[in-house]
């Protein structure tokens, strides 16, 4: 309820303060294009308008875009194709800068260098390109977790689930018992619609159990071995049992929405959804851990996150980078971490006091974040889209029964090694 008092004064103040500034004239007019997730977006709104209040002679229009990651990157695709100004900003995703390393300016040119201390050395390596541009400022940072019912695994006697049988057994005892009384209940929901989110859950079945990440960093395709399958097989198994079939269609907001009505007993997402578990009235208590590990592997979660880029076609570069900037500082990441449960890429951030009143288990964040595995992105560049759609495309055809698990990785590892020859 605190939050979204505060959110809505937020939202009010934006409203009101945008609207007296309708008429006015600016030196300089700014466009960031952001997501919509969670409360992503309002927290972007009220920053800008902090920001206009501090720089009466700016203007900021906040514009969302898709929400589905590889939409999205279609989307921002064709502004650069056609060079186009009207967007200063990006939000962009982890596993981008080397697809569009050369539509975004070099922002240590713009001063960076002051901006970046405290922040995560591994997002900063990320964002770097190999001749030492930083082409996007670390903003937040997300990695796969699992969520757990604590009030459910109290009623059942049973503890968190450390290995992907221990998950798949817990889940099979607590929905067999809840579905006594709502046979919607399901065990585990996760995200498995042909798309980026399944290319990350695919990671972290495989690297928890040694597996490898799909592509090694001297580009040897990893896929085929008896770990991968064994994992995959494990998932197929999972379907119509402790996973509903409807999974193979689900992104994030999808499992989201039956883990929020109370209808699971486990879920792997992303930080985001921890705030919002907290509004769910059909949640007594809940927890969030590491990705459970294989038999012959240990926890594994896939690195994600977004940041910001600045555009190469923007008329106001210096303008757009001093924003970016004042969204990546301490002060607003701050402000995020509390109403949006989103991440810090600032470390010292995960023991403030005032952001673990809000999200206490932002401690157990921080030791996930520092043993995430990060998608292949940086070995595969230029080529990482198509890796990524061979991936998510290949898989799904085995969850949904078109192909056996071990014909899908012979497939699957053919087409990677064609893609990168």
Same mark, same amino acid.
Not at 104 to 109: F, T
Not at 307 to 318: D, F, I, M, R
């Given at each position: 309820?605190?939050?979204?008092?505060?959110?809505?004064?937020?939202?009010?103040?934006?409203?009101?303060?945008?609207?007296?500034?309708?008429?006015?004239?600016?030196?300089? %007019?700014?466009?960031?294009?952001?997501?919509?997730?969670?409360?992503?977006?309002?927290?972007?709104?009220?920053?800008?308008?902090?920001?206009?209040?501090?720089?009466?002679?700016?203007?900021?229009?906040?514009?969302?875009?898709?929400?589905?990651?590889?939409?999205?990157?279609?989307?921002?695709?064709?502004?650069?194709?056609?060079?186009?100004?009207?967007?200063?900003?990006?939000?962009?995703?982890?596993?981008?800068?080397?697809?569009?390393?050369?539509? *975004?300016?070099?922002?240590?040119?713009?001063?960076?260098?002051?901006?970046?201390?405290?922040?995560?050395?591994?997002?900063?390596?990320?964002?770097?390109? !190999?001749?030492?541009?930083?082409?996007?400022?670390?903003?937040?940072?997300?990695?796969?977790?699992?969520?757990?019912?604590?009030?459910?695994?109290?009623?059942?006697?049973?503890?968190?689930?450390?290995?992907?049988?221990?998950?798949?057994?817990?889940?099979?005892?607590?929905?067999?018992?809840? /579905?006594?009384?709502?046979?919607?209940?399901?065990?585990?929901?996760?995200?498995?619609?042909?798309?980026?989110?399944?290319?990350?859950?695919?990671?972290?079945?495989?690297?928890?159990?040694?597996?490898?990440?799909?592509?090694?960093?001297?580009?040897?395709?990893?896929?085929?071995?008896?770990?991968?399958?064994?994992?995959?097989?494990?998932?197929?198994?999972?379907?119509?049992?402790?996973?509903?079939?409807?999974?193979?269609?689900?992104?994030?907001?999808?499992?989201?929405?039956?883990?929020?009505?109370?209808?699971?007993?486990?879920? /792997?997402?992303?930080?985001?959804?921890?705030?919002?578990?907290?509004?769910? %009235?059909?949640?007594?208590?809940?927890?969030?851990?590491?990705?459970?590990?294989? !038999?012959?592997?240990?926890?594994?979660?896939?690195?994600?996150?977004?940041?910001?880029?600045?555009?190469?076609?923007?008329?106001?570069?210096?303008?757009?980078?001093?924003?970016?900037?004042?969204?990546?500082?301490?002060?607003?990441?701050?402000? /995020?971490?509390?109403?949006?449960? *989103?991440?810090?890429?600032?470390?010292?951030?995960?023991?403030?006091?005032?952001?673990?009143?809000?999200?206490?288990?932002?401690?157990?964040?921080?030791?996930?974040?520092?043993?995430?595995?990060?998608?292949?992105?940086?070995?595969?560049? !230029?080529?990482?889209?198509?890796?990524?759609?061979?991936?998510?495309?290949?898989?799904?055809?085995?969850?949904?029964?078109? /192909?056996?698990?071990?014909?899908?990785?012979?497939?699957?590892?053919?087409?990677?090694?064609?893609?990168?020859?």
């Amino acid at each position: 309820m605190k939050k979204a008092i505060i959110t809505f004064l937020i939202l009010t103040l934006a409203i009101f303060a945008g609207n007296n500034r309708i008429q006015a004239d600016y030196e300089t %007019e700014l466009t960031i294009a952001v997501g919509e997730v969670g409360a992503e977006y309002d927290t972007v709104v009220a920053a800008a308008e902090q920001y206009m209040a501090e720089n009466p002679e700016i203007y900021i229009e906040v514009i969302d875009s898709p929400a589905e990651s590889g939409e999205r990157l279609s989307y921002f695709l064709t502004h650069f194709e056609r060079e186009s100004p009207e967007v200063d900003i990006y939000q962009i995703d982890v596993i981008w800068p080397g697809i569009l390393e050369e539509h *975004l300016v070099d922002l240590y040119d713009y001063g960076a260098e002051e901006h970046l201390e405290g922040h995560f050395d591994f997002i900063i390596d990320n964002n770097t390109t !190999p001749e030492g541009e930083l082409i996007a400022m670390p903003w937040f940072i997300d990695a796969g977790m699992l969520y757990y019912r604590v009030d459910l695994l109290e009623k059942y006697e049973l503890d968190v689930p450390e290995t992907w049988s221990e998950l798949e057994e817990k889940a099979r005892i607590i929905m067999e018992g809840e /579905r006594e009384n709502n046979p919607d209940f399901e065990g585990f929901v996760w995200q498995g619609a042909p798309y980026e989110g399944l290319t990350t859950n695919v990671l972290e079945w495989f690297t928890s159990n040694d597996g490898g990440n799909f592509v090694s960093k001297d580009r040897e395709v990893t896929v085929l071995n008896d770990n991968n399958l064994y994992m995959l097989e494990k998932v197929i198994g999972w379907m119509g049992d402790i996973t509903p079939l409807a999974v193979t269609g689900f992104i994030e907001e999808d499992s989201r929405a039956v883990w929020h009505e109370g209808n699971a007993a486990f879920m /792997r997402n992303w930080p985001y959804a921890y705030g919002m578990t907290e509004e769910s %009235e059909a949640i007594e208590d809940f927890g969030v851990t590491r990705i459970p590990a294989g !038999p012959e592997g240990k926890s594994s979660s896939a690195l994600g996150g977004w940041h910001l880029g600045v555009s190469q076609y923007s008329e106001n570069p210096e303008e757009a980078a001093e924003f970016a900037f004042f969204l990546a500082s301490a002060e607003i990441q701050k402000m /995020r971490a509390i109403q949006a449960s *989103l991440p810090p890429t600032i470390e010292e951030l995960y023991g403030d006091e005032e952001i673990l009143a809000e999200n206490p288990l932002f401690e157990e964040f921080l030791h996930i974040f520092e043993t995430a595995v990060p998608r292949p992105s940086a070995q595969t560049a !230029p080529y990482y889209e198509a890796v990524s759609e061979a991936i998510f495309s290949g898989i799904h055809l085995a969850l949904t029964g078109e /192909r056996d698990a071990l014909t899908a990785l012979e497939n699957l590892e053919i087409e990677l090694e064609e893609i990168l020859q």
